[in-house]
């Protein structure tokens, strides 16, 4: 998923932090799970709907991006390789709910909400939010409709996600980052550093979330060949969190709030709807890849790619394994909303 670039002052990053840091103090107060990715998400949303501008400096953003990304690596093992033999089946499956859940979100946003077809289509779209709005814009489709329906399903399923996995048994336990000791502050560096390098040459190939993926590339080999351990230390990858958490709410920042009422519902029904199908979708791949639900259905739930991979480790998910689900669900919305486009008008 790539985020907007939006100009941002100081003064503007400050106060959405800001906002941020209370809104993880309030839910880890109220012992939240994952509590300082929730936290600042619901409290800089509710700002942003309070009329109050919201953004993240993109440096910022993209520094945050490549720390969660070294973290992502550092989780990959031999038994993540393992694994990767049997990924395919569940490829096949996840392009089987993306459909279903097109489909049914589709008649649901036409018949209940008086969404035209098209538009209908697009805002039913489970992510790829950028390739989304880029075809919205070029159809003449309501853009401001789509934009607002997306991204309450964004903030739906950060919300949801992590207590829907409470509610099957997982035990987060106020766990934030990966077990084991921290990495070296040498061996770190370089880690980051070439992570760097490879997010820029795959943002030149237009690779979604290049300053995530790069880095967690190099992490994962480093980690795998042995040639570094450890973990990314909680004091930056804590903060890592929030930036993220904060930079989810800043998608409300500006939205008039009779604007997002209405597409709250709308929002909220074809989240409901993707969650159930995401969650039908992964009972088998469980049970074939002799998985926990919970973790499949982090990897098929149709959120944010970075926002659904920190969460993935904060579940203790085999980190490659949620990585891959999610960029094979942009590759096949890239196929699938022209196909579709394409059948709702010919021409």
Known sequence: MR?????????????TLGLGALGALVAWGVNAPVYILLGPALAVTLAGIAGMRT???????????????????????????GAMLRWPLAFVFMAAVI????????????????????????????????????IAAETRSDVARISVTQSVRLLALTLVVPFAALAMGVDLGGRMVLPGAAMALGPMGVVIVLGLGLGVIFGRLN???????????????????????????????????????ALIGTRFSGVPLARFVSGLGAGVVITVIAVVMAGLGALPVAWA???????????????????????????????????????????????????????????
């Open 3 to 15: 985020w907007p670039t939006l100009t941002s002052s100081p003064k503007e990053t400050a106060l």
């Open 55 to 81: 953004s993240i400096d993109p440096t910022l953003r993209n520094t945050c991006f490549v720390l969660l990304g070294t973290a992502v690596g550092a989780g990959f093992d031999q038994d993540a390789l």
């Open 99 to 134: 459909w279903a859940i097109m489909v049914a979100c589709r008649a649901v946003l036409q018949r209940f909400f008086g969404f035209d077809a098209r538009s209908a289509l697009l805002a039913s779209a489970p992510g790829h939010l950028s390739f989304v709005m880029a």
């Open 207 to 245: 690779v979604p979330a290049p300053l995530l993926l790069g880095p967690m590339v190099v992490s994962a080999l480093a980690h795998l060949t042995g040639v570094v351990t450890g973990t990314l230390p909680a004091w930056l990858l804590l903060p890592a969190y929030l930036v993220l958490g």
């Open 289 to 347: 890849l002799g998985m926990p639900l919970a973790h499949v259905l982090v990897a098929f739930a149709p959120g944010g790619l970075e926002t659904m991979i920190a969460i993935g480790v904060v579940l203790g998910v085999i980190p490659g394994f949620v990585a891959a689900c999610h960029i094979a669900r942009l590759l096949v919305l890239s196929v699938y909303l022209p196909m579709m486009l394409a059948r709702l008008n010919p021409r």
